[in-house]
């Protein structure tokens, strides 16, 4: 599977950025898609996954301010971020599981700032 992930850029505290990811490749294998960040001297976190069936999960510090959602006829996951903090500033990787396997994309970057 090949992931190409969009939507990043430099947004004030406050604002709102939108994520996407676009699957191609063995897309009909894929259950899990979802978006992870790492900040600079931290570990990859996960931020948000969403099942094939629509079944969500959000890391706490995300809850209620991010959204995740796909698009299975178009093999697309989104993620729509508002009310931004300083904190969120990373690079975030879209992701797609297919079995026990996990496939990445390239990362875009996500700077909060004023």
């Known amino acids: 599977v090949q992931l190409q992930a969009s939507g990043g850029g430099l947004v004030q505290p406050g604002g709102s950025l939108r994520l996407s990811c676009a699957a191609s490749?063995?897309?009909?294998?894929?259950?899990?898609m979802g978006w992870y960040r790492q900040a600079p001297g931290k570990q990859r976190e996960m931020v948000a996954i969403?099942?094939?069936?629509?079944?969500?999960n959000y890391a706490d510090s995300v809850k209620g301010r991010f959204t995740i959602s796909r698009d299975n006829a178009k093999n697309t996951v989104s993620l729509q971020m508002n009310s931004l903090k300083a904190q969120d500033t990373a690079v975030y990787y879209c992701?797609?599981?297919?079995?026990?396997?996990?496939?990445w994309g390239q990362g875009t970057q996500v700077t909060v700032s004023s």
């Open positions: 490749g063995s897309i009909v294998s894929i259950t899990a």
């Open positions: 992701t797609a599981a297919v079995g026990s396997a996990v496939s």
């Open positions: 969403i099942t094939q069936r629509g079944t969500t």
